[in-house]
């Protein structure tokens, strides 16, 4: 019987969320939604140091703007909790002795002073100093000291750490979903601290201790992680336990794609590298308060690392799930591009329900002072929506619906109203006002075919118009404009230009 999909995502509550981690929750999510089987949120807060307050609630809180649902975790609840690791502490401690009860792990008295001096000894001459069956016989711990001694020490509650003990040769073969099987020899690793001097469990053996208890059938984490697996899958024969599935996931990469993506390139070069504004301490900006649908961030994040095979670049988070497949994520970093992060955006701008899009344009809107009917909203959106990605930008592709040009584009002026640009409006004003109904269609038919009879420059007419409408060379279909400025406000701003602009420069 194969076993039940059950993947984690185990961030450690250290800050904000970097995109990188959610890309990871995507991908676990979209792994077990796939395969049927259950998403956790595990919080690994074992090291106090780091600890950073209200991180644990911004991750969850990030999730669920990503639409990324957990089925068991902290909020969640589930038959495996608690499901922050710092409620869990006993459980390790036990799980140590039982390491050391076997002898695949011991006690370590050794202070840092003393594990500083040794490494000096040995950088002196030429050597690196690990912590391993080379060493371990000459340092201070369980297998060096008496018995009575070790029982001494603890008595006395001299610190002490709990280490593994890393075989002195063994060949450790590895096998990750995405990079295939790899082999390292143990004689290459320390005997790493399993648990610290102040009793709390170290990331490896709280993760290891956990990943089985609560059942992970794969686990799939960041690349980071890669150099622990041989000690990880040394730990589960250790204790006699089945090794989940592993998949490793490339690193997001900066956008020179030389080197990690940091909160640094994005101060640099204007983007945010986590999903949400983070308030505290040094602040960081987000995705969502830089005006991106989650929609898009997702759709963005989950072609970073893995490609569906296909030409295909717009995915709902259903289509995520019935696509997704972990074998067709890439082994090499993937490279963050914030334009196109914005293309995502603006894709799905030209998908939003206008009535939605409409409802956050008149909050634009009205904290200009205006009002307008939803309707009114919903027509100026759709004339503009394609010229921009982020909602923030519909104001200024439609300011000049409400505001009259108060000054005129210099640029424009100078290259656009000519000698004889008064003269042809006044012509236009005679031609507009004859016109009924005042629509665009209407209005374009009839403009164009006096152009034409007049033989004018279709540009002369057109850009000198559009300057005196809008105060500038931009906008949507000008026709489509003036309908909806309508025929008495298209006419006084014609006429208000040609008194300010004049005869022209000639
Ligand atoms: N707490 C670890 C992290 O934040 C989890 C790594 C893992 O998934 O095993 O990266």
């Known amino acids: ?127 690196t100093f690990m912590y391993n069956a080379r060493t371990r016989d000459r340092l201070r711990n369980s297998l060096t000291l008496p018995e009575y001694e070790v029982s001494r020490l603890i008595d006395e509650k001299v610190p002490y750490v709990v280490r593994f003990k890393m075989p002195a040769n063994d060949d450790i073969p590895t096998e990750d979903i995405i990079r295939g099987n790899m082999m390292v020899n143990s004689g290459t690793l320390d005997d790493k601290i399993l648990i610290k001097a102040d009793g709390m469990p170290t990331y490896h053996l709280a993760n290891i201790v956990d990943d089985h208890l609560m059942e992970i059938s794969h686990v799939i984490r960041g690349e980071e992680w890669l150099p622990s697996l041989p000690l990880h899958v040394m730990m589960y024969e250790a204790f006699g336990w089945e090794a989940p599935s592993f998949a490793h996931l490339p690193l997001l990469l900066k956008p020179t794609g030389k080197g990690k993506l940091s909160k640094r390139d994005g101060d640099k070069l204007g983007f945010p590298v986590f999903p949400l504004h983070w308030p505290y301490g040094e602040q960081a900006r987000g995705y969502r308060e830089d005006g991106y649908f989650p929609e898009a961030f997702v759709n963005m994040l989950a072609l970073l690392g893995w490609n569906p095979g296909t030409e ?86 439609t300011d000049f619906f409400f505001e009259a040009p108060g000054d005129y584009n210099e640029k424009a ?9 008064a003269v042809l409006m006044k012509e236009l004003m005679e031609v507009l006002k004859g016109i009924d109904p005042f629509t665009s269609a209407e209005t374009e038919k009839v403009v164009k075919e006096w152009i034409q009879e007049k033989e004018y420059g279709m540009g002369a007419v057109m850009n000198a118009f559009r300057l005196l409408v809008v105060g500038a060379l931009r906008g949507p279909h000008l026709f489509d404009i003036v309908e909806v400025l309508g025929k008495e406000e298209t006419l006084e701003r014609i006429e208000r230009g040609i008194d300010e602009l004049g005869g022209g420069e000639g």
């Not at 307050?53 to 589930?78: P, Q, S």
Request: hydrophobic share 35%; net charge negative; with cysteine.
């Open 413 to 421: 002026v100078k290259k656009k109203w000519k000698d004889n640009s």
């Open 1 to 127: 019987m194969s076993k039940k999909t059950r993947v984690r995502f185990a961030p450690s509550p250290t800050g904000p969320l970097h995109i990188g981690g959610v890309r990871t929750a995507l991908y676990n999510y979209l792994f077990a939604r796939k395969h049927g089987g259950t998403f956790i949120l595990r919080i690994e807060d074992t090291d106090r140091s780091r600890f950073v307050e209200g991180a644990e609630e911004y991750i969850m809180e990030a999730l669920e703007w990503c639409g990324i649902e957990v089925d068991e975790g902290v909020r969640e609840g589930g038959d495996y909790g608690p499901y922050r690791q710092s409620e869990r502490k006993n459980a390790y401690v036990q799980y140590a002795e039982q390491l050391i009860d076997s002898d695949k792990a011991y006690i370590a008295f050794d202070t840092t002073e003393e594990l500083d001096n040794t490494r000096k000894e040995y950088e002196a001459k030429g050597n």
């Open 312 to 397: 295909k670049e717009i995915f709902s988070m259903d289509e995520l799930i019935e696509e997704f497949s972990i074998e067709r994520v890439g082994k090499s970093g993937a490279r963050f591009d914030p334009e196109k992060a914005k293309w995502f955006n603006h894709q799905y701008m030209q998908m939003q329900d206008p009535a939605d899009l409409a409802k956050d344009y008149l909050k634009l809107v009205k904290a200009k002072g205006y009002d307008i009917a939803p309707g009114e909203a919903e027509k100026l959106v759709s004339m503009v929506r394609e010229r921009v990605s982020f909602v923030s930008e519909l104001w200024e592709q």
